[in-house]
């Protein structure tokens, strides 16, 4: 049986920091350099790829969020696929896994 409280922690810990990053990454795509069109081409090109991290944290904020919801509501750990046990293996690689590793 996983320990669910140790989980919520890392979870929360992981939330905090990927709230973190994706304001940082946030303030960045707010202010455009004010610079010779060279350097403003640069720029876009960094906040495209700024915006597709953007696109990866807001998934794992999500994904963490619905863990942390499964926990609170006692069916984490459980495949949402087959409802077998998911194995504690599984969940300590990928804490946000939502199917067991035959549904995944
Ligand atoms: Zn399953």
């Avoid at 989980?7 to 810990?13: D, G, Q, S, Y």
Wanted: aromatic residues 0%; negative net charge.
């Amino acid at each position: 049986m996983i320990d669910t409280d140790t989980v919520a922690a890392t979870l929360t810990a992981r939330l905090d920091e990927l709230t973190h990053r994706a304001e940082d990454i946030e303030d960045d795509l707010r202010h455009p350099l004010e610079a010779d069109s060279a350097e403003q081409a640069i720029d876009l090109a960094d906040d495209e790829a700024l915006a597709g991290i953007d696109d990866v944290i807001r998934h794992e904020i999500a994904q963490i969020r619905a863990a942390l919801a499964r926990i609170a509501d006692g069916s984490y750990g459980t495949c949402t696929a087959c409802g077998e046990e998911i194995a504690e293996g599984r969940l300590k690689a990928l804490p946000a896994a939502t199917r067991c590793v035959n549904c995944a």
